[in-house]
């Protein structure tokens, strides 16, 4: 066990600390408004803080490494992507400022405003299923960074201690660190479900601030130790040496490419502006000018919050060599290099990215199943109360989902395309309807169901076909390739929209939303 | 070491830099800012009461 009883104290108090303060935060939900968006009150400086922790988990941590250690540092220019695309969020207000303008809570609702009730319960069901088997591998990813973190390795003579605790570890076929992980999962699942549960989204903004403080603390710590132990000069040695150019230049890389870089850039402007757990971020916020600083400020960490994982990655590459399992090279750089103390608190870090990615999703995924899955299809709609009591049903539920599917799902190979292309699912599509229907007046109904059905097309085509790459022909095997089917998504989404919209203007004219149109004049 | 490597590592410096900074600062405000929210929220349930 690398965790000794220090290590364990500081996670233990910070665990209970944020119980406290997320429970507390009750008693500032009187509304329905109140719940989702903290009553749209979030200035920028606080609204930046709760987008930055909803972004980073150990999740983000672990494909980030991942990358680091298997492309070094020429995965850096997926940093770069991400902080142009929020600098032209944050610049433009492209999409957050519009959505903000209308007070939507989720982002179907805007498509019952400029579409139709039937394109919102559609894009509601699609954004529900791709958001919760997205997050569904998160639970994995942390169960591997604390078990190589925290060491298990004593775990077997831990568990032995307490009888009740080994028993069910056999009933249910798991080893002792298995069980000693799914308890650490299982504790830091209820603490989220019960705070979130509970304050909605003011729990979740009071909560990610802590955690901001927390995880960039966390950050600073481990960056400081795997300095300590490799200089710059060894890692640029070792990324030359085993790596050659593909090392340093990503279009000389063979997982990136023209195609990766186009597929990333496209989708790094509108899954940051459309992904609805960092989009509630901007909705939450005072104004539509400070939704749109939110992510001008988020924007300016963007690069530093990809590049610090990644370089964990990399420096794994010098002090391990290039042969370690992929996931587990920079976790295990992590518990080797932080010393017992600080390690407690890096941890507490990591999990503190964790469950703020896990509140903020849960309260989105909920949001979206009451008020754009159940909400359109009853006859009389639900009271405030009655959302509400919905919205933390579901959140529960979401909750148990993610254990057990957390706990028995196997990672595919590429985890960072992976989580790619089941994003792209829903964004594309959602891209399509959002951008047109709030920048293009011929945007209408049939142009937003052909641009939600094409723009999943090609992800699907992928998850379905991966499983069949070597019986495919050839001409279709351009299908399994993440990066073009990734990259397809989004113009065939487009393509869907312009085409439907154009060919069917006057069976289905366009609704105008009068918000819209007094902000163009 | 190769130049594709040290413009890399400088990037990656001036980055980290610019996320631990622009943490810090937005620390300090965002406490302020959370401060103000809940007594907004706390005077209006006060009002509300």
């Known amino acids: 066990m690398n965790f000794y009883l220090l290590d364990w104290l500081i996670l233990f108090f910070y665990l209970a600390f944020s119980v406290f303060i997320g429970v507390r935060a009750k008693k500032y939900v009187e509304n329905v408004e109140g719940y989702f968006v903290a009553g749209r009150k979030v200035r920028v400086a606080l609204g930046s803080a709760t987008l930055i922790a909803t972004e980073i988990g150990i999740v ?6 991942e990358l680091g250690y298997v492309t070094g540092f020429s995965c850096f220019f997926l940093g770069i992507i991400g902080f142009l695309a929020y600098m032209v969020i944050g610049k433009t207000g492209f999409v957050v400022q519009g959505l903000r303008r209308l007070r939507v809570i989720t982002i179907p609702e805007f498509y019952e405003l400029r579409y139709s009730r039937m394109v919102r319960f559609i894009g509601g069901i699609i954004l529900f299923l791709g958001g919760v088997l997205n997050m569904g591998v998160f639970l994995k990813f942390d169960g591997i960074f604390l078990s190589q973190t925290m060491g298990f390795a004593d775990a077997g003579a831990a568990l032995g201690r307490v009888p009740v605790l080994m028993s069910l570890a056999h009933t249910l076929g798991m080893n002792e660190a298995t069980m000693i992980l799914f308890l650490i999962m299982t504790i830091m699942l209820l603490i989220v479900i019960a705070y979130t549960v509970l304050g909605g989204m003011f729990s979740v903004v009071i909560t990610d601030f802590t955690q901001f403080v927390v995880l960039t ?6 960056t400081i130790f795997v300095l300590m132990r490799v200089s710059f000069g060894e890692v640029a040695a070792v990324v030359t040496r085993e790596l050659g150019d593909a090392g340093v230049n990503p279009f000389a890389n063979p997982r990136f490419g023209w195609v990766f870089f186009l597929w990333m850039l496209i989708g790094a402007i509108t899954t940051s502006a459309l992904w609805q757990p960092a989009a509630s971020k901007s909705l939450a916020s005072e104004s539509p000018e400070v939704g749109r600083k939110v992510f001008l400020f988020t924007g300016l960490t963007l690069a530093g919050r990809y590049m610090i994982p990644m370089f964990w990655g990399v420096a794994a590459i010098a002090v391990f060599g290039p042969k370690l399992d992929t996931m587990t090279a920079m976790p295990k750089l992590l518990a080797t290099s932080v010393p017992s103390g600080f390690l407690g608190l890096m941890v507490a870090g990591m999990l503190a990215a964790s469950m703020s990615t896990y ?6 995924w909920s949001s979206v199943a009451t008020r754009d899955i159940i909400g359109p299809v009853r006859r009389r709609p639900l009271s405030g109360h009655g959302t509400i009591t919905v919205s933390r049903i579901i959140s ?6 993610l254990l057990v599917f957390g706990l028995w799902y196997q990672i595919p190979a590429t985890a960072f395309q992976y989580i790619a292309i089941t994003g792209a699912m829903y964004t594309a599509g ?3 309807c959002v951008a047109a229907g709030l920048y293009w007046k011929k945007a209408n109904v049939v142009g937003a169901y052909a641009s939600i059905v094409m723009g ?9 076909l991966e499983g069949l790459k070597r019986s495919l022909p050839q001409g279709l095997l351009f299908l399994v390739d993440v990066n073009v089917s990734g990259l397809l ?10 085409v439907g919209s154009l060919l069917t203007q006057k069976s289905h004219p366009p609704i105008r939303l009068p918000q819209l149109e007094e902000r163009s004049k | 070491m190769a130049t594709g490597g040290i413009i890399w590592l400088v990037v990656y410096a001036a980055a980290s830099l610019l996320f631990f900074a622009v943490a810090g600062i937005i620390a300090v405000l965002g406490f302020q800012d959370l401060r ?10 006060e009002k509300e009461r």
């Open chain 2, 36 to 45: 103000l929210l809940l007594s907004r929220s706390d005077k209006k349930s």
């Open chain 1, 60 to 65: 983000t941590f672990m494909y980030m490494g």
């Open chain 1, 489 to 498: 998504s989004f113009f065939l989404a487009a393509l869907g929209m312009v």
């Open chain 1, 396 to 401: 529960g539920f979401i909750g148990l989902f």
């Open chain 1, 430 to 432: 959602a891209f399509g």
């Open chain 1, 359 to 364: 509140s903020a999703y849960m309260l989105a």
């Open chain 1, 456 to 464: 999943a097309l090609a992800p699907v085509a992928f998850l379905v």
């Open chain 1, 217 to 222: 603390f966390g950050m600073f710590v481990a």
